[in-house]
């Protein structure tokens, strides 16, 4: 079993920046791929980034790439979303997840966060 603990999300101006993290709680919780996924008002979940347990590669959506990183501490059970240059667009609530391997869709998730509310103000 593993357990994610987002931080605090917040509202930020358009323009601005944000960094998410999430803890990782369980003995096998480095092993994972770590996630981020994201869902706007009336919209389903979608994928934003995901990193590899060994923090070798790394995935984003189209719509975040070269704006968002996503990295991970294994020795802090810790992932991050560093967010740049947000724009309204990016208002959601953000969740960390856990998967065993990289994937870009909700079922291939194995553990949730309980998500954060990031607000873009424009």
């Known amino acids: 079993q593993v357990q994610l603990v987002d931080s605090w999300g917040g509202l930020v101006q358009a323009g601005g920046s944000l960094r998410l993290s999430c803890a990782a709680s369980?003995?096998?919780?480095?092993?994972?791929?770590m996630e981020w996924f994201r869902q706007a008002p009336v919209k389903g979940r979608e994928f934003v980034a995901a990193i590899a347990w060994s923090g070798s590669s790394t995935y984003y959506a189209d719509s975040v790439k070269g704006r968002f990183t996503i990295s991970r501490d294994n020795a802090k059970n810790t992932v991050y979303l560093q967010m740049n240059r947000l724009i309204p667009e990016d208002t959601a609530v953000y969740y960390c997840a856990a998967a065993r391997v990289v994937v870009d869709n909700i079922r291939g998730v194995t553990f949730w966060g309980k998500g954060t509310l990031v607000t873009v103000s424009s």
């Open positions: 369980g003995r096998t919780s480095s092993n994972y791929a």
